[in-house]
């Protein structure tokens, strides 16, 4: 990619001049917004779904009859995996890797649902409360993938209870590709493993902390046994 931005930058008819500054900033946030991103949702996702044996047999009942045991979940796949989905959206809901998504600047004096906005303001959205909010979601503190289900709610910017990738202009430019992340992980790992705390942890004693900053990871990182649960040959590279 850096090779490419590299060529673009030396060709003299591009519309819009991108200086060697530019790259190096569109580097680096593409380097900071799409590495932790995904594998915190994740590790998130994994923990939840460990507390909750009964959701990690739903999912792995709607993989088995979709996929089957012979082989890896692909892209083409996601699409017949409603539980998944509603499993991803329930983990964005809960735990919004950014919590206040990015700052923002009003441009213009405005008015937002009564409140008047001066032009120079920084705003924050503050998508973990809106998550937590117990008038759109109930019992927000319950980790509950149903909810999703025959809802026609997606993370896509357009439903504001939901905003894991934010909304309008500034919204996550990497979402499909995250989003995309997530799914095909999320897919493969619990198709292709059982999971279980080590050494006989009991569920109801894995801390669900949260580190408070300007991403939303575990305080304590997850520690798991992953088994396979699939035909050995496919763990052969
Ligand atoms: C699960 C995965 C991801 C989540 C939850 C996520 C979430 C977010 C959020 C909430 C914002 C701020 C939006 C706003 O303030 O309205 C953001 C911005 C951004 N994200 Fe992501 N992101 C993810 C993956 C990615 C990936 C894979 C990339 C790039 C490869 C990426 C690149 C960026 C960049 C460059 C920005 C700054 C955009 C700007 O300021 O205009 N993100 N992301």
Known sequence: ?????????????????????????????????????????????????????????QVTEELDKVIGRERWVEEKDIPHLPYLDAIIKETLRKYPVAPLLAPHL???????????????????????SIGRNPSPWEQPEEFRP??????????KGQDFELLPFGAGRRMCPGYNLGLKMVQLSMANLLQGFNWK?????????????EACGLTLPRKFPLVAVMEPRLSLHLYKT
Do not use: H
């Open 197 to 209: 705390l080590p050494d006989n942890a009991k569920v109801e004693d894995l801390n669900m902390e």
């Open 146 to 155: 149903e909810r999703f289900l025959g809802r026609n709610i997606d993370v």
């Open 106 to 128: 009003a441009m213009e004096d405005c008015n937002v649902a009564g409140y008047d906005i001066r032009k120079g303001t920084r705003v924050f959205v503050n998508a973990w």
């Open 1 to 57: 990619m850096v090779d490419l931005l590299l060529q673009l930058a030396d060709d003299p008819d591009l519309d819009v001049e991108l200086s060697y500054d530019a790259l190096r900033g569109l580097t680096l946030d593409l380097m900071a917004g799409g590495t932790d991103t995904a594998a915190i949702t994740v590790e998130w996702a994994i923990s939840e779904l460990i507390k909750q044996p009964q959701l990690i047999r």
